[in-house]
């Protein structure tokens, strides 16, 4: 019996060691399948060779430097190999604590140690120069998650570790010098930025040192541009300790655990160093749509912001609107006096804000600025009549904001309701009426709200739109001539909408009914009893322009 | 107020009888002898004693104090506690006691006769259900079988069943003869009465009265009615194969019938048979006879006024309709006209219309429906529901709903073409074939030429002669189902006979032909749209008049098929929404669908999105080339001539009028047609209030492109309009009533009655008042029979204490007795012995 256990045994052996071999072979067979070429494959098999080697004895600490050798290389795959490899090896030292000097270390030792250190420097510099700003993207993207995770080793390893001597600043300064719509800094933020504190941390003081430092207009430029797109992508804002939670290295140490003061402090240094370096157009826009909720809270002292909107406030334009909601979280929060507010919304009110995208967002905060019930009649006259004027010539969308408006205004300031019902009584004004006719008293022209006599004029504008071609808004539009029996009109249903969204209710639906049908064909369509009639000449036009 | 406790006592004996006027000794003593006098005194004594005994009745605590008479005046008496005090103990003496008794026992003989022990039910309740039960347990089980009850319930007579059936007579007969009762004479007329109902059946039965005299049971009487109906049916089928016997004989002779009809007979029919079979019917056919014999009088009756009835709503009993006379026609089609009008009318200002009310008040029922639902969303109301909840809400007073009612000429019925050899019915069917309307009439001449020529064609029989117009045409063509098969088709054929052909499609695959072809013309139609656009769209695009011509023959179509060709449109317009880029075939169709469908209408499932999407393109795009000029041009035309009739305002159309008119691409004829669009537009909109406004910013534009007499004519308008303006007064409503704020008064007001209007709460209440009656009276009771069964303890233990006593004294004599007895005997004994 015990011969048959050793023969099965052996049998045993036998066969594992033959399926091991196999494997291998496996592994090699689909290397070469692989794309790689030969060549390629022969230095793959070298570093993994080289890797292992180092990890066996020390004997082979020399490795590292052939290793970096080769990841300096410009060749397509071997340096990416090669700075894997030597990633994990330095991961490897730094977890076995070879590359910190001790008191009872030799001399020999110690220059071991140094050497090392010299390396792991070496290394970091190749990653961040030769590999980070290359060209090709899958490097790039390499060397910031091995950065990032060097980092994460560094302070497992060390005790009381300090971000900023580490190669974290380091990359983030590259990071920011690199140009516009640079994939990695999108990873970076997606990756590190947003879910860990102590890296948004660093970045915000990375940021503002970054800035603060004499850098040339151009790169300034960069830096600030790239800064700020880094801190738009950050949506929530730490509202007490425990939102601070998410850390990317592990140390024991509180030192490195920024307190929610200084956090914000932080990022409030890291905004303003962004703003002060200079912003166009654009910029500002996209700071001011994302103003109130995600950049206000950062600041503990959002006064230091308002030298900054009402200067986009005086933009004008699309700027202004944005603008405004940042006001209003100041005029509300922080006390903030605004002088004449009524006459600059006023002069908000202009062509293009009916056709604008912002238009919902400033009619939910026009209403807010216009439910006071003590405001002058003359003034919300004045706005009901320039919203009535515009709406005349707006977007279908635009007048189904205008008119539910129009409706809260009368029914919150009765004095104005003589805007759609006055009767004259004066017999000797009626009849100057009936020889005359009259003129409309309003200004448009006029810019101060209590100058434009809008109260002694009519909303001939929303009656003309109660024959609107779309029988919604038509519809809609004959509440201002129906009795005043709602309390008022939820302004948010009527906010958002559109062409399409008028267009699509209708066309997306099944046909419930037949539809009518002309009753009578008519004879001709396009022709005439000679030729075309007008509407054909013009359909002819278009087709020959064509 | 009462008299007196003192007073009362007195009347009342005086009453009784007992105190009065003093009486003589010889009355006394007369009065005295009677014994049962004074059990009588007695008892009013006693009853008086009662009557006053404070606490037997319960007064109001205090006398009212004034005599009033209201109908639901308070009794005197509220309450007799003695006689209820007295009832409840009863009641438990006969519920609680025994359970009382039978507390810790088992076994013992249980009493389980129905109600025995169940003291709410009196004697009669009692019997009544012990009868019931012993009459279900006869029955056998099956409780709910009605018919057996009413066969098993047997009402008798001095134990003998009575009879109401026919044996009556006999049964009656037979007691009559053995018991010569007096009651014979009565029977005797019963028995002649029905005698004379019967007729026959009497004298079977005076056969049956020869038989020995045995009462008959049920099933006996039961089995002779089967059998009997077993023969009637017997009989039936019998006559029945009779009948069938002389068809066939009458089947194999119509060979011989058919050669003498030709000529050469071969043998004469045998007619008298068929005559003596006929005499049985008294000249009726076989199968009526058959019908009559088997009915019973009453459904004969039926049959006949059943048939009377089918006769007299028979179409042909009518008299056919007049033709009319040439103005008879003339009215009323300028009637229907004039209604057709009226309807679109109401369309336009987006009235429900009166003949379907029905569907509009579901509609408002749907609208409150879902103000229930989603109160807090203001813009549903008006349609402008937000895009990803689609279709669940109608725009208000949006009439699409309704049904056009199109009179029977004017509908092209794709129902059944009633396919008749008759020559004049043809020619109207024809009509209905094209969906032909008078007024039409030269359009239908070019459309119709063919079928109306060869009226055959339409029936399918293709014999059309040669035409000249289009002799190379072939006559028949396979349906086009899909574009791609259409523009298969037409590859062959020469663009101008474009119409041709599609006139001879839609006749050879007329609805009326076959099942299928609705579905085919239907779908002909939809590919046709496809052409239309596809035709446009071609470089260089055909000649507008054959377009003209397919867009009147979707036209024609449309009326039998809206939903289908309205959804092809809609389809088109989708792809236009997605694109935004006005092609010449949308351009087109856009056309197509102003003169297909009624404009004017305040909501049109086609019309609207269709100005929507012209309005959304002028609003949204700017002119950057003179093929956008020109396509704006064109657009603004086409807007306004969709307003012609209801005159609604677009904005966008003033927009991109006066972006074209500034821009630079514009070429002088592209600018007067813009011009001249603002000058319809003028006219158009010259009633609206804001006309100033609208015009306005288009005079500056004018004025740049040099427009001067344009420009004029504007500026004149624009004063004209101020000279009509008037300050708005839109509000002349009847004010509003001041909601009152009085508190409501009651009449007859009751401080004893809940006013709570809050019907729950009151209803809670109550419920709280009854709750909290209920359980103090369970508690009162609960506690009442504490005592009972305390008091009957202490009872029964003081009886077992006496009996013990009882007993014990009893022991404690016979000892005594015995002791004193042998005392007896030893004092004598001694005494004996002393003495001797």
Redesign the interface.
């Known amino acids: 019996m015990p011969a048959l256990k050793a023969v099965a045994a052996s049998g045993v052996k036998r066969k594992r060691d033959p399926a091991k071999a196999e494997r291998r072979e496996a592994k090699s067979k689909k290397r070469q399948k692989s794309p790689s070429s030969e060549h390629g494959d022969d230095v793959q098999a070298e570093i993994l060779q080289l890797e292992a080697q180092i990890l066996e004895s020390r004997r082979h600490y020399n490795n590292i430097a052939t290793l970096l050798q080769l990841s300096k290389k410009s060749e397509d795959d071997a340096p990416v190999l090669a700075a894997v490899a030597l990633c994990r090896v330095f991961s490897r030292l730094l977890a076995a604590g070879d590359m910190v000097r001790s008191k009872g270390m030799g001399e020999a030792e110690a220059t071991v140690v140094a050497w090392l250190k010299e390396r792991y420097r070496e290394f970091l510099d190749t990653l961040l120069q030769s590999f980070l700003r290359c060209d090709n993207p899958a490097k790039q993207s390499v060397a910031l998650t091995l950065l990032m995770r060097l980092v994460k080793e560094e302070s497992k390893a060390t005790k009381d570790y300090n971000l900023k001597n580490g190669p974290l600043s380091r990359l983030i300064e590259a990071l920011l010098l690199l140009p516009a719509h640079d994939p990695n800094r999108e990873e970076f933020a997606e990756k590190y930025f947003v879910q860990f504190d102590d890296v948004r941390f660093h970045t915000f003081k990375t940021i503002k040192n970054l800035l603060g430092t004499d850098l040339n207009d151009s790169e300034r430029q960069l830096a600030a541009s790239n800064s700020l797109s880094l801190l738009l992508s950050l949506d929530t804002v730490p509202q007490s300790k425990d939102d601070i939670k998410h850390y990317h290295t592990e140390s024991q140490s509180k030192s490195s655990r920024p307190t929610l003061q200084v956090y914000k402090v932080q990022a409030q240094e890291a905004w303003l160093a962004t703003m002060r370096a200079g912003l166009d157009k654009e910029q500002r826009k996209a700071i001011l749509t994302t103003f109130s909720y995600q950049i206000a809270p950062w600041f503990q002292q959002p006064e230091m912001l308002m030298d900054f909107l009402t200067d986009s406030y005086d933009v004008g334009g699309a700027t202004s609107l944005l603008a405004l909601s940042g006001l209003y979280y100041l005029i509300s929060e922080k006390n903030l006096d605004y002088p004449s507010f009524y006459l600059k919304l006023y002069s908000l009110l202009d062509e293009g804000l009916l056709h604008s995208k912002h238009r919902s967002r400033f009619f939910r905060l026009l209403d807010t600025f216009m439910s006071s019930t003590h405001l002058p009649a003359a003034l919300v006259a004045s706005f009901i009549k320039r919203l009535s ?1 515009l709406a ?5 969308a635009g ?2 904001i205008v008119v ?1 408006w129009v409706y809260n205004m009368f029914k919150r300031h009765p004095a104005c ?1 003589f ?6 009584r004066d017999p000797a004004l009626k009849e100057k ?1 009936e020889k ?5 008293p309003f200004d448009m022209s006029e810019l101060d709200p209590m100058e434009t006599n809008a109260i002694e004029s ?4 929303l ?3 109660q ?6 808004v ?3 539009a004959k509440i ?4 005043f ?1 709602k309390r008022s ?2 302004l948010e ?2 906010l ?2 559109s ?29 005439a009893e000679e030729g ?1 009639n ?3 000449q ?6 020959e ?2 | 107020m009462p008299p007196s406790q003192l007073k009362r006592l007195k009347a009342s004996l005086r009453d009784q009888g007992i105190t009065g006027p003093q009486k003589s000794k010889k009355e006394k003593k007369s009065q005295n002898k009677n014994a049962s006098h004074h059990t009588q005194k007695a008892s009013a004594l006693a009853s008086i004693r009662e009557s006053f005994n404070p606490f037997e009745f319960k007064h109001l605590s205090r006398p009212q104090k004034f005599e009033y008479a209201t109908t639901n005046a308070k009794p005197k008496v509220l309450g007799r506690p003695g006689v209820t005090k007295s009832a409840g103990e009863e009641t438990r003496r006969k519920t609680l006691l025994p359970e009382m008794n039978r507390k810790n026992k088992t076994g013992g003989i249980l009493d389980r006769r129905i109600g025995e022990n169940d003291p709410t039910m009196s004697l009669e309740d009692r019997m009544m259900a012990r009868f019931e039960r012993e009459q279900q347990r006869k029955r056998g089980g099956n409780v709910f079988d009605l018919e057996d009850g009413d066969e098993e319930v047997e009402l008798t007579h001095g134990g003998q069943t009575l009879r109401f059936d026919d044996e009556i007579g006999e049964e009656d007969y037979d007691a009559a003869s053995v018991s010569g009762s007096d009651h014979e004479g009565e029977d005797g007329f019963l028995k002649k009465k029905r005698r004379r109902d019967d007729g026959e059946e009497g004298d079977a039965e005076v056969e049956n009265e020869e038989q020995p005299e045995r009462k008959k049971s049920k099933a006996e009487v039961m089995k002779e009615v089967i059998a009997k109906s077993k023969l009637h049916k017997y009989e039936r089928q019998q006559a029945k194969e009779d009948d069938e016997e002389l068809r066939e004989e009458l089947d194999k002779d119509l060979n011989d019938v058919l050669a003498a009809l030709r000529g050469h007979i071969n043998k004469k029919p045998e007619p008298e048979k068929v005559r003596e079979v006929a005499q049985n019917d008294f000249g009726m056919n076989a199968d009526r006879a058959a019908l009559l014999a088997t009915m019973s009088q009453e459904g004969k009756d039926k049959e006949y006024d059943r048939r009377v009835r089918e006769l007299f709503n028979d179409e042909r009993s009518k008299p056919t309709e007049r033709t009319k006379t040439a103005e008879e026609k003339a009215k009323e089609e300028a009637d229907r006209l004039k209604e ?1 009008e009226e309807k679109r009318q109401k ?1 336009m200002r ?1 009235e429900p219309i009166s003949d379907d009310e029905e569907p509009s008040k579901k509609q408002q029922d749907e609208d409150d429906d879902e103000n229930m639902s989603d109160i ?5 109301e ?6 990803p909840a ?2 669940q809400s109608r ?4 009439d ?5 009612i ?1 009179e029977d000429d ?1 509908v092209a019925t794709d129902s059944e073409a009633d396919i008749s050899d008759e020559e004049s019915e043809s020619g109207a069917e024809v009509d209905d074939t094209m969906a032909m ?1 008078d ?2 009439a ?2 239908l001449k070019d459309v119709v030429e063919q079928p109306k020529a060869q009226p055959k064609a339409v029936k399918g029989v293709l014999t059309i002669g040669a035409d000249t117009s289009s002799s190379r045409l072939a006559y028949t063509y396979p349906c086009p189902r899909s574009h791609e098969e259409l523009l298969e088709v037409f590859k062959t054929v020469d663009l101008k006979d474009t119409s041709t052909v599609v006139q001879r499609i839609r006749a050879l695959y007329h609805a009326g032909l076959k099942e299928d072809n609705k579905h085919k013309l239907a779908d002909f139609a939809c590919a046709l749209l496809d052409h239309v656009s596809y035709l ?1 769209n071609q ?1 260089p ?1 055909a000649p ?2 054959v ?2 011509s397919v ?2 023959h979707i ?2 179509i ?2 039998s098929y ?2 289908q060709i ?2 092809q449109f ?1 389809k088109h ?2 792809a236009f ?1 997605l694109s935004n880029q006005p092609t ?1 075939g949308d ?2 169709l856009l ?2 669908i102003g ?4 404009t004017s ?6 019309v ?2 269709a ?3 012209m ?2 393109w002028m ?2 795009t700017t002119p950057s080339s ?2 956008d000029i ?2 704006g ?2 657009v603004g ?3 306004l ?3 012609t009739l ?7 159309f ?2 991109y009028t006066s972006l074209c008119l500034r821009s630079p691409h514009a070429t002088k ?2 600018l007067s ?1 813009h011009t ?1 669009n603002i000058l319809t537009a003028a006219d158009l ?1 010259s009633g ?7 015009f306005t ?1 288009l005079l500056a534009p004018l004025k740049s492109a040099h427009q001067t007499s344009t420009t004029q004519n504007l500026l004149a308008r624009v004063n004209n309009a ?12 009847r004010p ?1 009533p001041i909601p009152s704020r009085i508190p409501k008064f009651e009449e007859s007001f009751d401080p004893t009655k809940h006013y709570d209007a809050d019907r729950e709460r009151s209803d809670a209440t109550k419920l709280q008042k009854e709750y909290k009656r209920e359980r103090k009276g369970a508690m009162r009771e609960l506690r009442k029979d504490a005592n009972f069964i305390a008091r009957e303890k202490l009872r029964e233990k003081k009886e077992k204490d006496a009996a013990y006593e009882a007993k014990y004294k009893r022991l404690v004599a016979e000892i005594q007795g015995e002791e004193g007895y042998e005392k007896n005997v030893y004092e004598r004994e001694k005494r004996k012995r002393k003495g001797n």
């Open positions: 004027r005349l010539h707006g977007p279908p007048v189904v539910p309701t805007m759609m019902h006055r009767e004259v009426l005359e006719g009259m003129d409309d009519s909303v001939w504008e009656e003309a739109l024959s609107h071609y779309h029988p919604n038509a519809t809609l201002i001539s129906e009795q029996t009109y939820n249903d009527f958002d909408h062409y399409t969204a008028l267009l699509d209710t209708e066309l997306d639906r099944d046909l419930k009914k037949d539809p009518e049908v002309e009753f009578e064909i008519p004879k001709r369509i396009f022709t075309l007008p509407i054909g013009l359909l002819q036009q278009v087709i322009a064509r | 057709l369309r987006g807090n969303d203001d813009a549903a008006f349609g402008l529901a937000a895009p689609p279709g725009p208000v007073g949006v699409d709903e309704d049904d056009f199109l004017l309307d007024d039409d030269d359009f446009s470089t695009a507008l008049a377009i003209e867009i009147r036209h024609s449309s009326r809206p939903v309205a959804t809609r317009l989708k929404q010449p351009l087109a056309t197509a003169s297909i469908y009624p209408d305040h909501f049109h499932q086609v609207t999105p100005v929507t999407l309005a959304r609003g949204l003179a093929n020109a396509t041009a064109f035309a086409l807007c001539q969709y307003q209801s005159k609604r305002y677009i904005p966008e003033i927009r004829p592209l047609a001249r909109w609206s209030p804001a006309f100033i406004e609208i910013p101020k000279l009509t303006r008037r300050p708005q007064a839109l509000h002349h409503h509003l």
